[in-house]
């Protein structure tokens, strides 16, 4: 299976909207409505921000949304806050239980 | 609340095995109807997911690593484990487990991770 695709980069400014992609085939992103987000800190272990597209676990916050049209993924940060600079990785169901993550997005609060 | 802890040693020699252990506290590791997963990250690069098995043994490998890995569940002590056979210093990496909710394909819970060095 191939990786999902996400930009390197992304940033924005306090206060600000910044959506980052995540782009995949209709054999996985497009094909199921299973798409998870993940945002990293440095040092620290992934944590789930978003699963099935676009529902919250709890404690997130809701500045965060998920959204999908076709093969493409989206992660919406709103009102952009200083902690929400990390490295953030899409993931989606392939129908064979494999996991499968993008290449991972930075993101920069400028 | 669920947690997962690694376990093993951080350096192994190359061409030998690598061994982690997971312990999952805060419920029962067959008690549902989820996969327990290892994911590793090299330094400064992205996730890979390794493997998963359920509690009845029943597992799922990435096709790349099938060859080389290893990974069973011991409901007794609530723990899972991985093997990874003849290492090289590209399998340097952090070693991550976490519940792997197997509908849909996410991870909601993870352990913090522990670093294990091939050389």
């Known amino acids: 299976q191939s990786a999902l695709t996400q930009p390197p980069s992304a940033s924005g400014s306090p206060g600000q909207s910044v959506s980052i992609s995540c782009t995949g085939t209709s054999s996985d992103v497009g094909g199921y409505n299973y798409v998870s987000w993940y945002q990293q800190h440095p040092g620290k272990a992934p944590k789930l921000m978003i699963f099935e597209v676009s529902k919250r676990p709890s404690g997130v916050p809701d500045r965060f949304s998920g959204s999908k049209s076709g093969n493409t993924a989206s992660l919406t940060v709103s009102g952009l806050q200083a902690e929400d600079e990390a490295d953030y990785y899409c993931?989606?169901?392939?129908?064979?239980?494999?996991?499968?993550f993008g290449g991972g997005t930075r993101l920069t609060v400028l | 609340q669920l947690q997962l802890q690694e376990s093993g040693p951080g350096l192994v020699k190359p061409s030998e095995t690598l061994s982690l252990t997971c312990t999952v506290s805060?419920?029962?590791?067959?008690?549902?109807?989820?996969?327990w997963g290892w994911i590793r990250q090299p330094p400064g690069k992205g996730l890979e997911w390794i493997g998963s098995v359920f509690y009845s043994g029943s597992t799922n490998y990435k096709p790349s690593l099938k060859s080389r890995v290893s990974i069973f569940v011991d409901t007794s002590k609530n723990q899972f484990s991985l093997k990874l056979s003849s290492v090289n210093a590209a399998d340097t990496a952090m070693y991550y487990c976490a519940r792997h909710v197997a509908y849909a394909d996410y991870l909601p819970y993870w352990g913090q991770g522990t670093l294990v060095t091939v050389s």
């Open positions: 993931s989606s169901y392939a129908g064979n239980n494999n996991v499968v």
């Open positions: 805060g419920g029962s590791i067959s008690s549902t109807n989820d996969y």
